[in-house]
T-cell receptor, first 113, second 108 residues
Framework: EAQVTQNPRYLITVTGKKLTVTCSQNMNHEYMSWYRQDPGLGLRQIYYSMNVEVTDKGDVPEGYKVSRKEKRNFPLILESPSPNQTSLYFC????????????FGQGTRLTVV | TQLLKQSPQFLSIQEGENLTVYCNSSSVFSSLQWYRQEPGEGPVLLVTVVTGGEVKKLKRLTFQFGDARKDSSLHITAAQPGDTGLYLCGGSNYKLTFGKGTLLTVNP
């Protein structure tokens, strides 16, 4: 089954404690991206990757890092989380075209206290 | 700056009614996508429209891309409770930008 898998689904952490949200896709897609979704603000892109070792900033990259060492994985790293990073996070992937996201993960609800 | 504006923001209707939601922009997009999202889940792609004036149908859902490729509409015929969800449009150029969505509730 074609899918994008994120882990964990839910995470509560404390300010400043580094965390990683993993994302994996099994469709051999080149393009992967991370979004956060907040009430009243909608979905906003954090980072995207066009292929292995190629990443770039989206609209709200501050406080986040990503890496793309393998085609299937695109982890999101919060080096020093802060409460304003409390949000619902989605990983997404698509084949080739950067603008056409075909598959979203099931989401990670992060709370930073 | 909100590149994609969706309206209405909220819509609550009775089962069996028809409805149209809109996605408007001052920018031209190479393609536009519609998604449906249920609470606590990721958005699920419904359709991609590419050509100005294009109309696509998915059962009771009809999607239209404006001639100038700046706007789109989604029409649902005889809405059912299972249609309840957040409908998102995403406009694509070199990247995908989303509207804030229309939250649709279909009451039995």
């Amino acid at each position: 089954e074609a899918q994008v898998t994120q882990n964990p689904r839910y995470l509560i952490t404390v300010t400043g404690k580094k965390l990683t949200v993993t994302c994996s896709q099994n469709m051999n897609h080149e393009y992967m991206s991370w979004y956060r979704q907040d009430p009243g603000l909608g979905l906003r892109q954090i980072y995207y990757s066009m292929n292995v070792e190629v990443t770039d900033k989206g609209d709200v990259p501050e406080g986040y890092k990503v890496s793309r060492k393998e085609k299937r994985n695109f982890p999101l790293i919060l080096e020093s989380p802060s409460p304003n990073q409390t949000s619902l996070y989605f990983c997404a992937s698509s084949l080739g075209d950067a603008g056409r996201v075909a598959f979203f993960g099931q989401g990670t609800r992060l709370t930073v206290v | 700056t909100q590149l994609l504006k969706q309206s209405p923001q909220f819509l609550s209707i009775q089962e069996g009614e028809n409805l149209t939601v809109y996605c408007n922009s001052s920018s031209v997009f190479s393609s536009l996508q519609w998604y449906r999202q249920e609470p606590g889940e990721g958005p699920v792609l419904l359709v991609t429209v590419v050509t100005g004036g294009e109309v696509k149908k998915l059962k009771r859902l009809t999607f239209q891309f404006g001639d100038a490729r700046k706007d789109s509409s989604l029409h649902i015929t005889a809405a059912q409770p299972g249609d309840t969800g957040l409908y998102l449009c995403g406009g694509s150029n070199y990247k995908l930008t989303f509207g804030k969505g229309t939250l649709l509730t279909v009451n039995p």
